[in-house]
């Protein structure tokens, strides 16, 4: 079956950096999208970052551009997340996904086909 599987998190002061990866599973990783979705407590999913299947092409929300960088290895089935600049505002659950269109530009979590456990990333002030 299909697994991704998140590593990465952690507790990091502001200002810090942190790298999230994700190892994929079960699918042909190569051939699909991948991106990084934010969760905190009653808030919606939110977009964060997604790479094409190619790496050609790269998609980040306002709120990291310039901070965060997505990336992926194809011959190692892993897409990371190099997280820098983080500020308290990034704590949350982070979510490796995979299985959705870049058609229309960022992500819809509703149309996402793949999910990963989850790993929390805590900033402290």
């Known amino acids: 079956q299909v697994q991704l599987v998140e590593s990465g998190g952690g507790l990091v002061q502001a200002g810090g950096s942190l790298r999230l990866s994700c190892a994929v599973s079960g699918l042909a990783f190569s051939s699909y999208n991948m991106g990084w979705f934010r969760q905190t407590p009653g808030k919606e999913r939110e977009f964060v970052s997604a790479?094409?299947?190619?790496?050609?092409?790269?998609y980040y929300a306002d709120s990291v551009k310039g901070r965060f960088t997505i990336s992926r290895d194809n011959a190692k089935n892993t897409v990371y997340l190099q997280m820098n600049k983080l500020t308290p505002e990034d704590t949350a659950v982070y979510f490796c996904?995979?299985?959705?269109?870049?058609?229309?530009?960022?992500?819809?979590?509703?149309?996402?086909?793949?999910w990963g456990q989850g790993t929390q990333v805590t900033v402290s002030t």
């Open positions: 996904a995979a299985g959705f269109s870049l058609a229309a530009g960022t992500p819809d979590p509703r149309r996402v086909r793949f």
């Open positions: 790479i094409s299947w190619s790496g050609g092409s790269t």
